[in-house]
């Protein structure tokens, strides 16, 4: 083998670990459900924040609040973390443990990033611009929106935290291995809500 | 076998706070479902009594309004859900020939947050006045302007609750029928109460997150001063309609689907005769699932949503009846020509089609805007519901109760009774809601604590008062009638109706802790009765007998749902001033919500520290009954 490093592969593991046992396989369904479910609830976020995001009431609106250089730092951040976690599942998939947990590790730092700028950002915009939950419609709507993300983000990163635990602590094995993949199915998921966020919250809010 | 993990067996209570099976889940979910439709239905006959006469004053307009939306919230939520649950976790696993369903962790953890979610409801009436804004919690009646108690709160934080445990359950329904099935049990092999069961969990998981979302928005509203539904800060109360009804309709039919699987299976056990259009059976159930999320608006004609608006939702709303009306004649077909034995639960499933097919026909006339302009907020809604929802749904539990009563505890429900119970609450019923229509007709309103003597409603309403005491007879009869089979010993063969078609009948009543010694071979739509035809009298079995796994009982579940519990009474009162000054710390300093949570948290890390080996059954012990009497 010419690899540089020389990290024992766990060869006994099955092609698609994620998939070897009826346990796994019924986590990987129930999760997809559950994304579905997920899906509804941002779904009727989305529609809540269209509804009401012209309803400033005399407070600032979106075109004065947003800054998109920052907003854009932290979407770079995130779409980065979600190839740092298909990496993750591809070495994964070589039964490489040590590979795996390294990019779950860079993964969570990214969302780390990402969470410290958005932290940033509404403090910003409590201090200096006078927008809190209860200024207007449109804030309500923007913290309970964005900030159900966020929830998801920080969640994300404790549990994905937990499962490098467990990587150390029982190895990479058809047990552990699908709460690996369910985790970065999650986190493709909560990637994927944010870039409708960059588009319908920040880009919308600058020019419509 | 070499690997015997010794296995904790708890007993007594912790037994059943620890159980992880999904009969005792079942019967768990039975107990307090069956506890808060009683609390309902207490709610239900002070309401009768406080409209038995013209100008009563039996209650304050202030608890009326709390009578009636804690009615509707206990009973939709509390009473009738759980009750359908009970039947599912029961009855799926066997009707699909699997040992468990896919989740027995999350199946536990399911029924204590519902539970929990439930009695946090409910100590509202001892904490400083219930919820009084209807079931609907319109805004901005729900807001705190309007709703000044802390009701509206236990209302937002307990459906949470109780509303991420059906979440949970609809999910592992739908892994469990998926995944689960045994070998031969093709999708258009299912029974028709595994397919509702199948239909109703998706509706479940595409109709609650949104009154999760709704909730929320209701209790950042009220208790962090947010503006999604205030007018003043620019909000929008016609949003939460929206938001309610995008549930709310689908919900109906979370409610009734299920309702028509178990007609389905009694009707054609008690006709001897396989269901007729099984395959439009299955095509008429997704169908209506599917139309239900189409048409939410049609309760809200009277909002101003325009007349484009208001006809395509009337007739989308309109377009159900087809599918419905598929269902019907099915099951009238399904009849012709049977050998019928009128079963005390079959009579109840007899009595529910023409019922639910006056519940139906009014809707029609609802969905017609123009018309529903008249009938809106009036008593004849109130008619239309009841007859959809206690002549649907209620019958049809009554129904799926006395059949498969004798599976879940060994013991026939005694039938003469239940033929009293059937009759009784069948003519109370009528009383009650029939006379509702012309009520409705005639201009009464829905939500009003009393009414002016001497406008031809004095008569109406203590007929349907006194229907409603009979009601309530009839379920006290049906508990009596527990209470004396319990009595009896657990002797009830297999198949007691003799004519069981389905895979729950192949074993023994009640089951044995792991279900099928050997997983059945489905080789026919009512796999069982199929065998049966063939001149067997079991199952071909798909697998050798060995070593059967099962997961452990544990109580993290029920610590979990403490957890919650806890968090959600320290939200709902951290903004509150105590005479008290420590509860002032550590309420308005949110450490009681930081308690819960680490109590809830505490207990996912150690489950997830702790990997769950389980047990084994081995062969030699697998010929044991029904491991509980
Ligand atoms: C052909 C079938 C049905 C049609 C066309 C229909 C139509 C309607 C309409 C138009 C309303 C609104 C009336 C108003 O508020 O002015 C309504 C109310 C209602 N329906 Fe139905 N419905 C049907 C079946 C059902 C079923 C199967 C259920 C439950 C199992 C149900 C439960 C309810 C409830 C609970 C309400 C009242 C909600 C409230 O305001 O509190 N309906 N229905
Ligand atoms: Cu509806």
Do not use: C
Not at chain 2, 111 to 116: A, G, P
Not at chain 2, 585 to 596: D, K, Q
């Amino acid at each position: 083998m010419t690899t540089s490093h020389a990290e024992p592969v766990n060869d006994k593991l099955p092609h698609e670990p994620e998939k070897a046992t009826l346990e796994g396989r019924n986590k990987l369904i129930a999760f997809w459900l559950f994304l579905g479910g997920e899906t509804v609830l941002f779904g009727t976020l989305f529609a809540t924040f269209l509804a009401l995001r012209g309803q400033t009431n005399d407070g600032p609106t979106a075109n004065e609040l947003f800054h998109l250089p920052l907003v854009a730092a932290a979407t770079f951040i995130l779409l980065v973390s979600s190839l740092t976690s298909v990496f993750a599942i591809q070495a994964m998939h070589k039964g490489k443990r040590d590979a795996l947990a390294l990019w779950l590790g860079i993964t969570v730092v990214l969302g780390i990033g990402f969470l410290a700028l958005e932290i940033y950002e509404f403090y910003e915009y409590v201090k200096h611009k006078e927008f809190g939950m209860t200024t207007s419609a449109f804030s309500s709507a923007f913290y309970t929106l964005v900030g159900f993300h966020g929830a998801h983000v920080a969640f994300g990163i404790v549990w994905i935290g937990i499962i490098i635990g467990q990587l150390f602590k029982k190895g990479l094995t058809v047990v552990t291995a699908p709460k690996v993949y369910v985790s970065a199915m999650y986190w493709h998921f909560i990637d994927v809500v944010w870039v409708f966020i960059f588009t319908v919250v920040y880009l919308l809010g600058k020019v419509g | 076998m070499a690997h015997a993990h010794s296995v904790k067996r708890y007993r007594g209570l912790m037994d059943w706070i620890t159980t992880v099976d999904h009969k005792k889940i079942a019967i768990l979910y039975l107990v307090a479902g069956g506890f808060f439709f009683g609390i309902g239905g207490i709610e239900a006959i002070l309401i009768r009594i406080q409209l038995m006469k013209p100008m009563n004053n039996f209650v304050s307009a202030q608890v009326f309004n709390e009578l009636i939306t804690m009615h509707g919230t206990t009973m939709i939520f509390l009473g009738v859900m759980p009750l359908i649950f009970a039947i599912m976790n029961a009855v799926v696993p066997l009707q699909i020939g699997a040992r468990d369903v896919a989740f027995p962790f999350l199946n536990a953890l399911g029924f204590w947050t519902f539970l929990f979610g439930g009695l946090l409801l409910n100590l509202s009436w001892v904490m400083g006045g219930a919820p009084d804004a209807g079931w609907t919690s319109y805004t901005p009646l729900s807001g705190s302007e309007y709703s000044g108690t802390h009701g509206v709160d236990f209302y937002t934080i307990g459906l949470q609750i109780a509303g991420l445990g059906t979440l949970i359950g609809g999910i592992n329904f739908l892994a469990t029928i998926i995944t689960m099935r045994a070998p031969g049990m093709s999708y258009m092999r299912m029974p028709m109460f595994t397919w509702t069961t199948f239909i109703t969990s998706a509706i479940i998981l595409f109709a609650f997150p949104a009154i999760t979302v709704g909730l929320v928005l209701l209790t950042f509203d009220r208790i962090l001063g947010a503006n999604f539904f205030d007018v003043a800060g620019g909000g929008n109360p016609v949003l939460w309609q929206h938001i309610f009804w995008i549930f709310g309709h689908p919900e109906v039919y979370i409610l009734i689907l299920p309702a028509f699987g178990i007609i389905s299976e009694v009707i054609p056990t008690f006709s001897r005769k396989r269901l007729f259009g099984y395959s439009s059976m299955v095509f008429a159930t997704i169908l209506i699932a599917f139309l239900g999320f189409m048409v939410w608006a049609h309760h809200m004609f009277t909002t101003g949503l325009g007349n484009v608006a208001n006809a395509l939702f009337s007739i989308s709303t309109m377009l159900i009846a087809v599918p419905t009306g598929i269902k019907i004649f099915n099951w009238l077909f399904t009849m012709w020509g049977g050998q019928i034995r009128f079963t005390a639960a079959n009579l109840f499933a007899v009595g529910f089609v023409p019922t639910f097919v006056m519940g139906g026909v009014t809707g029609v006339m609802l969905a017609s805007a123009p018309a529903d302009f008249q009938f809106h907020d009036t008593y004849f809604v109130v008619a239309h519901f009841h007859y959809v929802i206690v002549g649907g749904l209620v019958l049809g539990l009554f129904s799926g109760l006395h059949y498969w009563w004798p599976k879940m505890f060994g013991r026939i429900l005694s039938e003469t009774l239940g033929k009293w119970t059937f009759w009784t609450f069948m003519i109370g019923f009528q009383l009650t809601f029939f006379v509702q229509h012309f009520l409705g007709l005639m201009g009464m309103q829905r939500r009003i604590v009393t009414y002016l003597p001497n406008q031809d409603f004095d008569l109406l309403n203590l007929v349907s008062s006194v229907g409603a005491f009979l009601m309530g007879v009839g379920v006290i009869m049906f508990l009596v009638n527990i209470v004396i089979t319990m009595r009896k010993p657990a002797g009830a063969p297999n198949d007691p109706w003799e004519d069981g078609r389905t895979l729950e009948w192949s074993i023994p009543s009640p089951p044995p802790e792991y279900n099928f010694k050997q997983t059945p071979l489905v080789r026919g739509i009512d796999a069982y009765w199929k065998e049966k035809m063939a001149g067997h009298t079991e199952m071909t079995p798909a697998e050798p007998v060995g070593s059967i796994h099962m997961p452990s009982a544990t109580p993290l579940p029920f610590v979990m749902s403490v957890g919650i519990f806890i968090a959600g009474l320290g939200l709902m009162f951290s903004k509150d001033e105590f005479g008290n000054a420590f509860m002032n710390v550590i309420f308005n300093n949110y450490i009681v919500v930081i308690i819960g949570l680490v109590i809830t948290f505490g207990a996912m890390a150690l489950r997830s520290l702790y990997d769950d080996h389980g047990w084994h059954i081995e062969p030699e012990d697998q010929d044991e009954k029904g491991a509980r009497t």
